[in-house]
């Protein structure tokens, strides 16, 4: 299998502040990655993938990045709605893994 | 529009089957590339991908629960239908199935609000 390894596992920020989470992959994943966002209570929703690739509807201010094995999901200016986990997914093997999550918290 | 919803018992006993049902609309899995997962959550812990199946049945198993799952598809009826054997305690969670694509980043894009099974004696 190939193993998500997300850096860190929580985080404090506050509105306005740029945030970065990181996703390491097992294996070389090439751009295969998705990453998500999960509010408490609520089902996860694709905010990218394709590593990149920003999914209809998701702010620009979310960004992603990366290729191999190393991926970043960036929030430019944190926003109060913003506050949840986010959970990567790579999808290059047939496989399906997700990441560990990262929860953002208010500082 | 795509939208998706997991029914199934709610309280289940410690050994016993569990049978998961996604019924589906807006899209049909005989289309070529369209896949339905199922993915988990337990209680404050991460998200965990179960299975998958596509249009053309081909099927995919977490290596860890493989022996124990089974998904299949009623492309009549508009659902997939995922069997766990043997649960235990640990298999309570939020079950989820959702939407994919197999041409493209297999991300998934459409979610079921989800169903808790909750296993217990």
């Known amino acids: 299998d190939i193993q998500m390894t997300q850096s860190p596992s929580s985080l404090s920020a506050a509105v306005g502040d740029r945030v970065t989470i990181t996703c390491r992959a097992s294996?070389?994943?090439?751009?295969?990655l998705n990453w998500y966002q999960q509010k408490p209570g609520k089902v996860p929703n694709v905010l990218i993938y394709g590593a990149s690739t920003l999914q209809t509807g998701v702010p620009s201010r979310f960004s992603g990045s990366g290729s191999g094995t190393e991926f970043t999901l960036t929030i430019s200016s944190l926003q109060p709605e913003d506050f949840a986990t986010y959970y990567c997914q790579q999808s290059f093997s047939a496989i399906l893994t997700f990441g560990g999550g990262t929860k953002v918290q208010i500082k | 529009q795509i939208t998706l919803k997991e029914s199934g018992p709610t309280l289940v006993k410690p050994t016993q089957t569990l049978p998961l049902t996604c019924t589906f609309s807006g899209f049909s899995i005989s289309t070529s590339g369209v896949g339905v997962g199922w993915i988990r959550q337990s209680p404050g812990k991460a998200l965990e991908w179960l299975a998958l199946?596509?249009?053309?049945?081909?099927?995919r198993y977490s290596p860890s629960l493989k022996s124990r799952l089974t998904i299949t598809k009623d492309t009549s009826k508009n659902q997939v239908v995922l069997t766990m054997t043997n649960v235990d305690t640990v298999d309570t969670a939020t079950y989820y199935c959702?939407?994919?694509?197999?041409?493209?980043?297999?991300?998934?894009?459409?979610w079921g609000q989800g169903t808790l099974v909750v296993v217990s004696s």
């Open positions: 294996q070389s994943i090439s751009t295969s």
């Open positions: 959702a939407h994919t694509v197999y041409f493209g980043d297999r991300h998934f894009d459409y």
């Open positions: 199946i596509y249009w053309d049945d081909d099927k």
